[in-house]
């Protein structure tokens, strides 16, 4: 399952609740981001180690010991001075191969024990990845090919990864096998949900929201989750209640839209070198619905081959993203309103 979207549509709170019912199940399960400037060996390495010490038991059998082994000596292929111990000897156990340095060997073989000794204990095994955009093509390409193995073969385990609207293009540049995938475009909320989030939360508290009020944050927010929480949480902090009026509805976005410009947006807009900016400032003009690359250069005055050092490196920052050929929007709703209330430096 390949979950995509803009920032801020909630994709890592999908993926989470994903981590949340898998563990209320008993699943072995691991979730990392991509991103974080550790290799994806490492990051599922660590991240397995407590569902797997959770689960190892005496009474464990045969193909759980097994895992448990292979797990092992995954971790001696990225570390080799890892003091894992699992509470069981496991010197007499078969496994463990996942340790000759090649990622698509090793990792296949540790994703192949796990979802079988998932299968003995009943349960399930899930790989779920954030910003998985994040991650190197070697990563990908390597991810797909095992997840279309684990289809063929029918292995017990659940791949699901979240990442920018950039993420099915680059899985599917990564490997042809990335069709498989079940592809969900994260969105904004419907009315009626955006509404509800702020309602009932302040229902529970015994407070409510008036009608113009909810209308005013729903609609500085664009319904999209991020920035409904953001407003509504400000809105909140200055309401008296118990009824929430527009003017309180009217503060709080205000509140909220500074917070966004001087964290949310001002940490994204910093990433950018002063020629990426030049190039964020042109795309501005166009709005949040995308750019042609050949106009930015116009505006620019520069050939179009020429600032395709400058995009691609946006791109890679996460900034902005390649909606069709010859097109490039901003990762980020409201980031061109942002540019356009900075002063150009």
Request: glycine share 10%; proline share 4%.
């Amino acid at each position: 399952m390949v979950l995509y979207g803009l920032r801020g549509v909630g994709k890592t709170v999908l993926l989470s609740e994903f981590r949340r019912q898998v563990e209320q199940q008993g699943w072995i399960f691991a979730q990392v981001e991509g991103g974080s400037g550790r290799a994806l060996r490492e990051l599922l390495g660590e991240a397995l180690y407590e569902p797997l010490s959770n689960i190892a038991k005496p009474s464990a059998g045969a193909r759980l010991l097994k895992s448990l082994k292979t797990a092992l000596s995954f971790k001696a292929s990225y570390d080799m001075t890892g003091s894992w111990r699992f509470g069981l000897d496991l010197s007499g156990e078969p496994g463990g191969g996942a340790d000759t340095g090649v990622l698509d060997t090793d990792l296949r073989k540790l994703i192949h024990d796990l979802a079988d000794a998932a299968e003995e204990e009943g349960v399930g095994l899930a790989i779920l990845i954030d910003e998985a955009h994040d991650l190197t093509a070697v990563e990908l390409a390597v991810l797909c090919t095992i997840a279309h193995a684990a289809a063929q073969d029918s292995w017990r385990v659940l791949f699901a990864f979240a990442g920018l609207p950039s993420l099915p293009r680059i899985l599917a540049e990564a490997k042809s096998y990335a069709e498989p995938f079940r592809y969900l475009r994260i969105e904004q909320l419907d009315e009626r949900a955006a509404a509800e989030a702020l309602t009932i939360p302040a229902r529970i508290e015994e407070a409510e929201w008036s009608g113009d009020a909810i209308q005013v944050v729903v609609d500085a927010s664009g319904r999209y989750p991020y920035f409904l929480q953001q407003f509504g949480q400000e809105t909140w902090n200055v309401a008296a209640g118990p009824v929430i009026q527009k003017h309180d509805a009217e503060l709080g976005v205000a509140r909220g839209k500074n917070d966004l410009d001087n964290g949310f947006y001002r940490a994204l807009w910093d990433r950018a070198t002063r020629a990426e900016q030049e190039y964020l400032r042109a795309m501005a003009r166009d709005g949040d619905a995308g750019s042609s690359s050949g106009e930015i250069a116009a505006q620019l005055s520069k050939r179009p081959e020429s600032l395709g050092p400058r995009r691609a490196s946006l791109i890679a920052k996460g900034l902005i993203y390649a909606p069709e050929h010859g097109v490039v929007a901003f990762t980020v709703p409201g980031m061109a309103a942002f540019i356009d209330r900075q002063i150009a430096e």
